[in-house]
């Protein structure tokens, strides 16, 4: 299984429009951020989790030409925008594009892009079948076995996903015990990380190493990370060796 890390970045991404920090005035690729995002691949199936409104630059820039399913995380702009373009795949497998996530997110996807569920679509219109999960209740895409994970995002139950070795959690705030114990020891680990201050929807820093350290993972990459959080090759040095600041464009072997 292969992972590769889309998008990194906040809801806003890095640089920020009319910011002159000095994370959006670096030239590290490093720290240029897409919104958050990745792909996960087997040696048959491809899911790309959450599409938010880079999606088509990612995908081009990954060159991915064959998607089996979208899993979303939640129903927030970043996680979701980009949903229009998943018409380039509908046209190549002439078959509905697969989406799953919680029944909350798929209905609030209904009222955002009414034009897609109408019951006349326009010609050239996305096609997606909506498949609501079930918090816990594994499923499968293709040859992999993916579980739904509750996770709160603040005053938001939202979903992580857990796969053989793999577990990905973004905007999280907090994790369920019940959560906890089915990811203790995983393999690999990206968990969210916003900036160093308190936010009242995600956890920053100082919260997701405490995170790390109860689920004690083998490798941890960390995202969804704002431009406060400072400059990458400065504060990589700063974390446990176990752990790593995520980039767009990593890659990682299971
Ligand atoms: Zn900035
Ligand atoms: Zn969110
Ligand atoms: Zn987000």
């Known amino acids: 299984m292969k992972i590769n890390v889309l998008g990194t970045g906040t809801s806003q991404g890095i640089p920020v429009i009319g910011c002159h920090c000095a994370?959006?005035?670096?030239?590290?690729?490093?720290?240029?951020?897409?919104?958050?995002?990745?792909?996960?691949?087997?040696?048959?199936?491809?899911?790309v989790i959450d599409v938010g409104p880079d999606f088509r630059q990612q995908m081009l820039r990954?060159?991915?030409?064959?998607?089996?399913?979208?899993?979303?995380?939640?129903?927030?702009?970043?996680?979701?925008?980009?949903?229009?373009?998943?018409?380039?795949?509908?046209?190549?497998?002439?078959?509905?594009?697969?989406?799953?996530?919680?029944?909350?997110?798929?209905?609030?996807l209904k009222v955002r892009f009414r034009y897609i569920f109408d019951d006349n679509p326009y010609p050239g219109a996305p096609r997606i079948k909506a498949i609501p999960l079930e918090p816990y209740l594994p499923f499968h895409v293709g040859?992999?076995?993916?579980?739904?994970?509750t996770i709160h995002h603040g005053s938001l139950d939202i979903?992580?996903?857990?796969?053989?070795?793999?577990?990905?959690?973004?905007?999280?705030?907090?994790?369920?015990?019940?959560?906890?114990?089915?990811?203790?020891?995983?393999?690999?680990?990206?968990?969210?990380?916003?900036?160093?201050?308190?936010?009242?929807?995600?956890?920053?820093?100082?919260?997701?190493?405490h995170y790390i350290e109860r689920i004690q993972p083998k490798s941890c990459y960390l995202t969804h990370m704002s431009h406060e959080m400072g400059l990458h090759a400065s504060i990589q040095s700063t974390l446990p060796s176990q752990v790593s600041f995520a980039y767009d464009g990593l890659e990682i072997n299971i």
Not at 72 to 82: A, P
Not at 143 to 149: A, G, K, M, Y
């Open 23 to 47: 994370v959006c005035r670096s030239n590290d690729p490093k720290d240029k951020r897409l919104r958050t995002s990745v792909l996960v691949r087997s040696d048959t199936t491809t899911i």
């Open 62 to 108: 990954e060159q991915i030409e064959q998607v089996d399913a979208l899993l979303l995380t939640h129903e927030h702009n970043d996680h979701v925008s980009g949903l229009d373009d998943v018409r380039p795949y509908n046209f190549m497998t002439r078959r509905d594009m697969p989406v799953f996530g919680l029944e909350r997110v798929l209905d609030e």
């Open 143 to 149: 040859d992999l076995q993916i579980v739904p994970l």
């Open 159 to 209: 979903f992580g996903y857990l796969f053989p070795h793999f577990v990905y959690l973004t905007d999280v705030k907090a994790i369920p015990d019940r959560s906890l114990e089915l990811i203790k020891g995983i393999d690999v680990l990206i968990i969210s990380a916003l900036h160093h201050k308190p936010h009242h929807s995600h956890i920053n820093l100082e919260e997701a190493l």
